[in-house]
């Protein structure tokens, strides 16, 4: 998948305030030891992050990100935290220099996964923890199907959009594991972390994608006008399906994949 990724506000209207709520049954499966050295790769705006801070004060917190403006973010919310711009698949640390890393709705936008999940192994000492979430875009997303799925019955454009971002089925049982176990990890299991998504009315809901953010955005602002009108009167039809517009509430799922470098 490829991910637009130059505003903050932007993504926290529209994943960031998911992400915060992801982020704390994360952490409690992770359950690290206090003053643990956490890598927090692909930290965006700082979510897991500051979960962390709130429940370590002494958690020792590196967060990196390819985002610059997603980086200030997150050092405004963990201002003691070392907030560092750099690629997953070629992480700027040391070899086993944390006790955990770990990486929250990041995996799917990595052009290789598999690459990354290997640096993370590399940056963590033996017996220390990685771990990683993403979203179920193709079974646990019915927010995101909404769009993708009126998106291909409008267009061919639609089409080759839904098919282009959710072939790669990451968040899926069995996939982030196998990445995992691929990366030579052991001890492997994987869990399910459930949310619900609350938005007041279809607004809230859609106008978060009009800034050309995301993996959303870019298709809308791609669109011209006769194709977007058509579009958002075919995505209100579908929130509304048949009832007055105001409050919906999805059900959302993330999976998460939790393995242990070998001694």
Not at 55 to 66: E, F, K, V
Not at 83 to 92: E, K, N, T, V
Not at 165 to 182: K, N
Not at 191 to 207: A, G, K, N, Q, V
């Amino acid at each position: 998948m490829t991910y637009r990724a130059t505003s903050a506000a932007s993504y926290e209207a529209s994943m960031g305030r998911w992400s915060r709520r992801l982020a704390d049954g994360f952490l409690d499966r992770c359950a690290l030891a206090a003053g643990a050295r956490v890598l927090d790769a692909g930290c965006g705006t700082g979510s897991l992050s500051e979960a962390l801070r709130a429940r370590d004060a002494t958690a020792a917190i590196t967060g990196l990100d390819l985002a610059e403006p997603y980086l200030e973010a997150a050092r405004q919310r963990v201002p003691d935290g070392e907030f560092r711009q750099g690629d997953m698949q070629s992480l700027p640390f040391a070899d086993r220099g944390f006790d955990a890393a770990l990486s929250l709705l990041v995996i799917a936008f990595v052009p290789d996964p598999a690459l990354a999940v290997r640096e993370l192994r590399r940056v963590t000492r033996p017996g220390g923890q990685v771990a990683l979430a993403m979203w179920d875009f193709w079974g646990g997303m019915p927010a995101m199907r909404l769009f993708a799925d009126t998106a291909a019955a409008l267009f061919p454009s639609g089409a080759a959009w839904r098919a282009r971002h959710y072939a790669g089925l990451v968040g899926q049982p069995g996939q982030l594991g196998g990445l995992l176990a691929q990366a030579g990890l052991g001890e492997i299991v994987e869990h399910d972390l459930p949310i619900r998504m609350e938005f007041t009315d279809f607004e809230d809901w859609l106008s978060p994608w009009r800034g050309n953010q995301g993996i959303i955005g870019p298709y809308l602002a791609g669109l011209d006008a006769t194709e977007r009108a058509v579009f958002e009167a075919g995505l209100r039809e579908a929130w509304c399906a048949g009832a007055p517009d105001g409050p919906r509430s999805f059900a959302a799922t993330a999976r998460m994949a939790m393995g242990v470098v070998p001694g």
